[in-house]
């Protein structure tokens, strides 16, 4: 169950604004990979029912936008295309859309004093010295990272960064089915599902495919 009891001992400790931070598509075969981010300050109160996105259905989790993005001091949603995870590998396409994510988040004028990140790995700081060449926004500073292990099931902030990543990269790989709706995506949102994989077998990858991947190769 999520609580603040992760964002009180930073609050705590003299932070005035908490962001966490969560990832989802990293192990999709199609579409980008996308960081939320959702700042909090101070407070003892969540919307109801928020919880880790993959506890929840999806008609949940778009009932559940609105009240997250008014809870929120801010909030955004940073993504990397199937070519950016190809050309830099998956942990800097994540670092990459984490910061637009940030950079976002920063140009609304909230400043972070810290980020809760979900899980044991932190890929979200020490970036990459030539990652900074894209634009503008890839160039923010990251705030101190905390790392939380199952961040996503105990920690208000990076649940509702978790949902907001959710329903908006599903919306994504949902417009994405119907330019090729023989894989699946409107159901699959690009992971390997078993039709995924047999169109991948048929008919090759789609331009929205992280070729560098092992993907099914053409039956022949």
């Known amino acids: 169950m999520v609580s603040l009891d992760v964002e009180t001992t930073l609050w705590d400790a003299g932070a005035r604004v908490v962001i966490g931070v969560d990832e989802v598509g990293r192990g999709a075969l199609a579409g980008p990979v996308s960081v939320g981010v ?36 801010a909030h955004a949603v940073g993504h990397a295309s199937p070519q950016e995870i190809d050309e830099l590998g998956i942990v800097a396409a994540l670092r990459l859309a984490g910061v637009r994510a940030l950079g976002a988040v920063g140009r609304t004028g909230v400043v972070a004093d810290a980020v809760l990140l979900d899980g044991s790995h932190d890929w979200l700081s020490a970036p990459a010295p030539d990652l900074f060449s894209a634009d503008a926004d890839e160039t923010v500073a ?79």
């Open 38 to 73: 959702a700042a909090v300050s101070r407070c003892d109160a969540w919307p109801e029912g928020l919880a880790d996105s993959k506890r929840l259905s999806a008609a949940v989790r778009e009932r559940l936008i609105p009240a997250i993005r008014s809870f929120t001091l």
């Open 142 to 220: 990251v705030p101190p990272v905390t790392m939380v292990v199952k961040g996503d099931d105990t920690c208000v902030s990076i649940a509702a960064a978790s949902v907001l990543a959710k329903v908006e990269r599903d919306a994504l790989m949902r417009a994405a089915h119907d330019d090729h709706p023989a894989y699946g995506w409107a159901a699959n949102k690009g992971y390997g599902a078993h039709g995924h994989l047999a169109a991948l077998r048929e008919l090759g990858p789609s331009p929205l495919h992280r070729v560098s991947w092992r993907l099914p190769a053409v039956a022949v």
